[in-house]
């Protein structure tokens, strides 16, 4: 079947301004992640959802940083006032609730802030 | 804090030979999981294997295995019979069983395959 997607795949934007990346996960999948690659670095944390519990935002970096799960499916992570150091790609990962150990990763988004 | 750290920043290897990639990870946690997985350059994350902190047989996946030494917090991957379609880069993650879900990345080990 059809795996995580991701989209843009890629965004460039000014400084200051807001983005929104997609992410639509693997159908069925109860549980979805938010992760952040820089450049040379391992993934760090962001956001997780599960269902209807509420989010855990322990590894948002900033107050700028937002995302929300509509209807329990397609996530959305908006990032305003972006800055240089937003620059990353931005992982999208989701997760059977009984599989709770296999997160099945998307594309990513490629994110330059200029 | 959980910790993994991959001392490796960078391997290569000749196709066709063997190599094994190394993590080590740090926790207080009695279980836990243990992954490794792939991302070629289309940045795409792909699982390879896990092991299951409380199981003592180590896992593996056709040309995959891993040495998991839970005493010494080490779960190194080994990649026999390499191919040019195995280079990537290759991180090592871990969760706990309790707690929160995330994944706990390592730095990642850019592997090189020589024809």
């Known amino acids: 079947g059809a795996g995580v997607s991701q989209s843009p795949s890629n965004k460039v934007t000014e400084k200051g301004k807001d983005v929104e990346l997609r992410c639509d996960p693997i159908s069925g999948h109860t549980a979805l992640y938010w992760y952040r690659q820089s450049l040379g670095q391992g993934l760090e944390f962001l956001i997780y959802?599960?269902?209807?519990?509420?989010?855990?935002k322990s590894g948002l970096p900033s107050d700028r940083f937002s995302a929300e799960r509509t209807g329990g499916s397609v996530s959305t992570l908006t990032i305003q006032r972006t800055q240089q150091e937003d620059s990353a790609v931005y992982l999208c990962?989701?997760?059977?609730?009984?599989?709770?150990?296999?997160?099945?990763f998307g594309p990513g988004t490629r994110l330059l802030v200029l | 804090a959980q910790t993994v750290t991959q001392s490796q920043p960078e391997m290569s290897v000749q196709e066709a030979e063997t190599v094994t990639l190394s993590c080590t990870y740090d926790t207080s946690e009695s279980d836990y999981y243990l992954f490794w997985y792939k991302q070629p350059p289309s940045r795409q994350m792909i699982l390879v294997i896990r092991q299951e902190a409380y199981k003592q047989q180590n896992a593996t996946e056709n040309r995959f295995s891993v040495n998991f030494q839970k005493a010494a917090k080490s779960f190194s991957l080994k990649i026999s019979d390499s191919q040019l379609g195995d280079a990537a880069m290759y991180f090592c993650a871990y969760r706990p069983i309790q707690g929160a879900q995330k994944l706990v990345f390592g730095q990642g080990t850019r592997l090189t395959i020589n024809p």
């Open positions: 959802f599960q269902g209807n519990s509420a989010p855990d």
């Open positions: 990962a989701s997760s059977l609730a009984l599989q709770w150990e296999t997160q099945y």
